[in-house]
């Protein structure tokens, strides 16, 4: 699976507006008050919680050192790349945090 829209706002996001504008347009570019952004910028977005939940192994051994978040809410089925998962403590910052792995929070998610 590609995908293809990336956005970000400082402000956050209205998540019922983006569905509402991803549905008249056919995608999330131009969506207001948001900026659209690389891959690679969006592996790097300083963040609370990254929840990868929609396609496998997005969390690869060439972005997990990028990645800025407190906590990683596994929601897909293995978005974290077995590379990845083997990388050493000083090589990414998802081994300083906190990874809720899939098996745990896909029935949360569910709810």
Same mark, same amino acid.
């Given at each position: 699976?590609? !995908?293809? =829209?990336?956005?970000?706002? @400082?402000? %956050?996001? +209205?998540? +019922?507006?983006?569905?509402? #504008?991803? @549905? /008249?347009?056919?995608?999330?570019?131009?969506?207001?008050?948001? +900026?659209?952004?690389?891959?690679? $910028?969006?592996?790097?977005?300083?963040? =609370?919680?990254?929840?990868?939940? $929609?396609?496998?192994? /997005?969390?690869?051994?060439?972005?997990?050192?990028? !990645?800025?978040?407190?906590?990683? *809410?596994? %929601?897909?089925?293995?978005?974290?790349?077995?590379? $990845? +998962?083997?990388?050493? $403590?000083?090589?990414? #910052?998802?081994?300083? #945090?906190?990874?809720?792995? =899939?098996? *745990?929070?896909?029935?949360?998610? @569910?709810?």
């Amino acid at each position: 699976m590609c !995908i293809r =829209d990336r956005i970000h706002s @400082e402000a %956050g996001i +209205d998540v +019922d507006a983006a569905r509402a #504008h991803r @549905e /008249q347009a056919g995608s999330l570019r131009g969506f207001p008050g948001a +900026d659209a952004m690389s891959a690679e $910028a969006f592996w790097r977005v300083r963040c =609370d919680f990254l929840i990868p939940a $929609a396609v496998e192994n /997005q969390i690869t051994e060439a972005n997990a050192g990028a !990645i800025r978040t407190k906590v990683v *809410v596994e %929601g897909a089925n293995g978005p974290t790349t077995p590379a $990845a +998962d083997l990388l050493p $403590a000083s090589y990414t #910052h998802l081994r300083t #945090h906190e990874t809720v792995l =899939d098996l *745990v929070c896909r029935p949360l998610l @569910e709810k």
